[in-house]
């Protein structure tokens, strides 16, 4: 039971362009949400946040969105850079305890 | 700077050997976190400590333990290694949340497995 889903496995954008990834959730307890980068051979780290309370949060290039009624967040890179090339994994906090249910990575390539 | 780190970056092991993976954090966190990250399946959570000497069943449990003696210290044991358990290991850990805020769990660089 896949309650996190992130459904596009890669994403190619040309550099200097928008990139959009997409999550979708299925737990309504779900109060808090985290993007994360991965590259090879390294642990994620954090990127942005958004609270179930809000609709956007932004960052510098990074803003993420979330569509409660839709059940589904998205994280927009803008301008996209070659350095962004990396797995980027949705994860969602469950109210009540402190474990987070991850995506399962999208696969971002930003062609130079 | 905040750091969690893991005892091995890679580890080769043969099937059926005992095998400790080792994680480290600074932060005086209470949370600690083991996952495997597999190709197509994303972070799968195995075990995590929310106290020393305290532990919970994540998501795929079988197959491994988990001792947390001290606070900074969570180990990860395969008990009997086999080829299935070949992942990308990944330690994190967590301070809680504060004030409606969620702080994030910072990961190690993780360990490579492979089980022959």
């Known amino acids: 039971d896949q309650q996190v889903k992130q459904n596009s496995p890669s994403l190619s954008v040309q550099e200097g362009r928008i990139s959009i990834l997409n999550c979708d959730y299925t737990n309504s307890m779900f109060d808090y949400f985290l993007w994360y980068k991965k590259y090879p051979a390294e642990g994620p780290t954090f990127l942005i946040s958004?609270?179930?309370?809000?609709d956007k949060n932004e960052d510098g290039r990074f803003t993420v969105f979330l569509n409660k009624s839709a059940k589904h967040l998205s994280l927009h890179i803008v301008p996209s850079q070659p350095g962004d090339s990396a797995v980027y994994f949705c994860?969602?906090?469950?109210?009540?305890?402190?474990?987070?249910?991850f995506g399962t990575g999208t696969r971002l390539t930003i062609i130079p | 700077d905040v750091k969690v780190t893991q005892s091995s970056r890679y580890l080769v092991k043969r099937t059926g050997e005992k095998v400790f993976l080792e994680c480290v954090q600074d932060?005086?966190?209470?949370?600690m976190f083991w996952y495997r990250q597999d190709p197509g399946l994303g972070l799968r959570l195995i075990y995590f400590?929310?106290?020393?000497?305290?532990?919970e069943k994540g998501d795929i449990p079988e197959g491994y333990s988990v001792s947390r003696e001290k606070k900074e210290r969570f180990s990860l044991i395969l008990e009997s290694a086999s080829t299935n358990q070949t992942s990308m290991y990944l330690c994190a850990s967590f301070g809680g949340g504060t004030g409606g805020t969620y702080n994030e769990q910072f990961f190690g660089p993780g360990t490579r497995l492979t089980v022959l």
């Open positions: 958004i609270s179930s309370i809000k």
């Open positions: 400590s929310y106290d020393v000497k305290m532990k």
């Open positions: 994860a969602a906090h469950n109210f009540g305890n402190e474990k987070l249910t």
């Open positions: 932060m005086d966190h209470e949370n």
